[in-house]
């Protein structure tokens, strides 16, 4: 009888919950199955709302909502309009069209937080698949020298590493904040597997936010009494494992050198491409700047202001392909995203805090991976389930 009540359950609300979050979660092993999970989830959704299965509430305020997530695809579309061959340029809005589509499901569908638990419990049981996969590659290329270098940290992590990285630890913060998984010894074998993906990941920024949550939980959840000591302890240990990494520790410093950061030279690259075609205000249509796109890190002259440089950071593209125009909007889109997390629980704070961070560091619209994330998460985070006062979400 559970079984039958459950399987009802899962039907359509927890259904399209279920295969969205399989969508984010497939990629680790496929490029193609996200697209083929994302095709029924949506069929799903259709089929459950003209059935009348699915119910769809459309407020203003989850209108604003969905108008304030979805601005990316909305700079993608004027920028393919602004490029002079727009032929070459649709292949971005298709990229990024998820922005679109998967935002409107996961705004307006009535759904309930045991709902996104069951979708984040199918996902965090792909990223321990995922990472039983890494823990293995690095095993079986311990005696290479090639781990925590980042040119070869692609061998070791079944997608792009900082990607990786970001995945696993939403998966991580999932299971302790939702308390996703019950049995003790189970939840902390899976955390720690989870924790040694992310330190194989090398990801700077991910290895920053993971210490800032840990301090906060530490916060949460301990005396204070005994905070500063175990806090002190946990700085201590970081320090620790850059000191006996230098290649790491070599990472973290070469951020800040502009000589050494391939980073610093590409956004700088990034304003000088906007001087040298005096595009300040509507920028480069996105399809001529990609046209010409070049290896970041084998091209000779980063500095130079040569067209065609990857930024790998999501607001310095907006600015190419633009302008003023679009940092405005994008900034007003931010702050908009600001006004509801103020709001909700501080899991999807940290949520949308990493991937905000990361979206400085990447360009994550111009790769599945990004887009998936995005798509999938704000969403979720954004959504009335975990307000703290859900009276205040009208």
């Known amino acids: 009888m559970e079984t039958k009540i459950a ?118 049981g792909l990223t321990v698949l995922a990472a039983l996969i890494t823990l293995y590659n690095a095993i079986k290329y311990v005696n290479e020298d090639i781990l925590f270098k980042t ?97 790491i520790y070599n990472k973290f410093t070469s951020f800040v050198d502009y000589d050494k950061s391939p980073r610093l030279q590409l956004w700088n690259n990034a304003i000088k491409v906007i001087e040298k075609q005096d595009a300040y205000w509507s920028g480069i249509g996105i399809g001529d700047y990609y046209e010409n796109k070049k290896d970041p890190y084998f091209a000779k002259g980063r500095g130079s202001g040569v067209l065609g440089f990857n930024p790998h950071s999501q607001p310095f593209e907006f600015y190419i392909t633009n302008g003023f125009f679009g940092i405005i909007l994008l900034t007003v889109s931010f702050f908009g995203i600001i006004f509801y997390l103020r709001k909700q629980e501080y899991l999807v704070v940290f949520f949308c805090t990493i991937i905000f961070l990361f979206s400085v560091i990447e360009c994550i619209f111009s790769r599945q991976y990004g887009v998936q994330l995005y798509s999938v998460i704000i969403p979720i985070a954004l959504s009335e389930n975990f307000t703290k006062r859900k009276d205040e979400f009208k």
């Open 151 to 247: 040119d070869f940290t692609h061998f070791i992590t079944v997608i792009q590493h900082p990607y990786f990285g970001v995945y696993t630890l939403i998966a991580l913060l999932s299971i302790i904040e939702l308390n996703l998984i019950k049995h003790r010894v189970l939840k902390i074998m899976i955390c720690l597997l989870l924790l040694m993906a992310i330190v194989l990941t090398t990801s700077r920024l991910v290895y920053v936010v993971f210490l800032a949550y840990s301090c906060y939980f530490l916060f949460a959840h301990i005396p204070r009494k005994w905070f500063l000591g175990f806090g002190a302890l946990l700085i201590i240990f970081a320090v620790t494992f850059l000191s006996l990494n230098h290649k």
């Open 7 to 124: 399987f009802r359950q899962l039907s359509y609300n927890s259904g399209v919950i279920l295969l969205l979050l399989a969508y984010l979660g497939s990629v680790y092993f496929s490029m193609a199955a996200p697209n083929i999970v994302l095709g029924v989830a949506l069929f799903v959704f259709v089929l459950g709302v003209f059935t009348k299965k699915l119910q769809l509430n459309f407020t203003n305020k989850k209108w604003l909502l969905y108008g304030i997530v979805t601005v990316p695809i909305l700079l993608t579309m004027l920028s393919v309009l602004n490029s002079t061959e727009i032929g070459a340029s649709l292949k971005y809005i298709w990229k990024r069209i998820p922005i679109l589509v998967i935002p409107f499901v996961l705004i307006f569908m009535n759904y309930e937080k045991k709902d996104i638990k069951n979708g984040l419990k199918l996902f965090i």
